[in-house]
Structures are given as C-alpha cells and as structure tokens.
C-alpha cells in the first residue's frame, strides 16, 4: 500500500547545488519569476539582472534560486579582487622607489643662488635628490662664481650644477656664467628676474607676477603691488602654494631635470 520501499537506495545522499560566482554579464535566469537577463551589479544584497530589452530587476541571493543552463544554482557575489598597486611619484614627477634610504652624499653639488631658490628645489625635487645622494647649496649670489667653481675643484668624479636666475642673453648673469669654461660643470638657469616668478602666479592667487621697474628691488616691489608687507610673507606663501612640478614653469622644470641628469652621470 505505500509503493517503493521509502528505505531502499542511498537515502543519505542528496543533490548538491553548486555554488555559481555572480561574475557580471553571467546570464542567470531567475528559477521563481522566469526573468532572465546577464548580471550588472549589486545593490542592497541583492543581484541586479538586465535582460535583452534593457529592463533589470533585483533578486534575493537566496540558494538554489537560480538556473544557468537550465541547471538550478546557488548565486554569491565574487570573491574581491586584489587591487593593482597604484605607482607612487615624487613631487617631480619620477616614480618613486620604496624602501631605499638616502644614500650618502656624494662629491657632486648642485648650487643654486639663495635659500629661497633651495627650499624651492628641495620641495619638488627633494625625493630624487636624497636617493641619489646629491646636496643642494645656496650661493650667496653669483658674483664670483668662476672663483667659487675654481675652489671646488670639480672632476669627472665631482660633478657641479649650477642653477642662475635671470640668465637670458646680455644679463650681467649671462656674462659671468659665460666665464665658466670646466667640462665638469654645467650651468643652467631660467629666464625669471626671481625664482619667485617661477612659480605659475595662479598658484599664489596671482593673474600675472607684478611688472617690477628696472633699478627697483623686485622682491619689495612685488610685495607692495600684491599688498604683502614683507617678502618672508610672500615668500611663506609662495612656497605653500609649491606641492609638485606642476606648479612651476617649464623652464625651471627642464634646468633641474639637466642638472640632476648631469651631476649624477659620472665618468668612470
């Protein structure tokens, strides 16, 4: 009266619903609702699914509520994936190089002419510089700057760059790095009465760097034109205003990247 014996075969043993990662544009039909449509995303917990007219609808991932390939299965979220790393760079721009200390620095020197020109150098290429073991240094001016290179005694193994202000043809600049002579130094510059004009002037709140007259200190005559009483003022704004290369013109960009590339190029 009650058929098969209900105790015959492996009773024990019962299907196994596989588990199916919802991998976007998986086709999954919905096995309650008939609805079928590839996998979009996620929201609230629940599988977004959008079928060939554009329509979507959410579903419980809830088990075995699911056929794919007209086999009933069980949807969960995909497992995350690991993030790429993302390139570190350093504020000029060079990809920096993790867990490698500053090396000890080397005889090669870059000079540049002030404190200010310093902090500058430091703030953007400061990163680079420490790796590659090279000190910067503020002239006190360039004046006698063939005297001061021929007291370094600069060598095939002792590089020196020199960064100059100002340096545009006819400049009382232009004529004493035209002194300059020794393979073992270069000397580059920008073209900016002050490295402070080196800075792009939208950085500092600026349409354009104050026109200064000739025969006036520049720095003081800047100060007055913005309404800043003194240039340490100025000068703390400025560099605040410095995170990277791109707050600077090209052309202090492309006289350090020489200076680095030449002083840390060295003959064997």
């Not at 979220?77 to 570190?88: L, V």
């Not at 680079?128 to 001061?148: M, N, T």
Request: proline fraction near 7%; include cysteine; glycine fraction near 8%.
């Amino acid at each position: 009266m009650y058929g098969e014996d209900v105790m015959a075969g492996n009773w024990r043993r019962r299907k196994v619903i596989p588990e199916v990662a919802a991998e976007p544009d998986l086709v999954v039909e919905d096995a309650d609702s008939g609805f079928c449509g590839a996998v979009v995303g996620f929201e609230l917990g629940a599988v977004v699914l959008e079928d060939r007219f554009g329509k979507r609808r959410n579903f419980p991932l809830t088990p075995a509520a699911f056929l794919l390939d007209g086999e009933t299965v069980t949807l969960v979220r995909p497992a995350a994936r690991p993030q790429p790393r993302q390139r570190r760079v350093t504020a000029s721009g060079s990809v920096a190089v993790d867990n490698v200390k500053a090396q000890v620095a080397k005889a090669s020197r870059i000079w540049v002419e002030g404190i200010h020109d310093a902090a500058l150098v430091e703030r953007i290429w400061g990163d680079d510089l420490r790796i590659e073991g090279i000190v910067v240094e503020p002239l006190d001016g360039i004046d006698d700057l063939a005297g001061a290179v021929a007291a370094f005694r600069p060598s095939g193994r002792r590089r020196l760059g020199v960064l100059v202000d100002h340096l545009v043809p006819g400049s009382k600049e232009s004529r004493i790095v035209a002194a300059v002579t020794d393979p073992n130094v270069l000397v580059t510059g920008h073209p900016y009465v002050d490295v402070w004009q080196a800075v792009k002037p939208e950085r500092v709140g600026l349409r354009a760097w104050p026109v200064i007259p000739p025969g006036r200190p520049w720095k003081e005559g800047v100060c007055e034109a913005v309404g800043v009483r003194e240039p340490a003022d100025m000068w703390r704004r400025i560099l605040a205003s410095v995170s990277s290369y791109r707050d600077v013109e090209t052309p202090l960009i492309n006289s350090m990247e020489r200076l680095i590339d030449f002083v840390t190029v060295l003959d064997d």
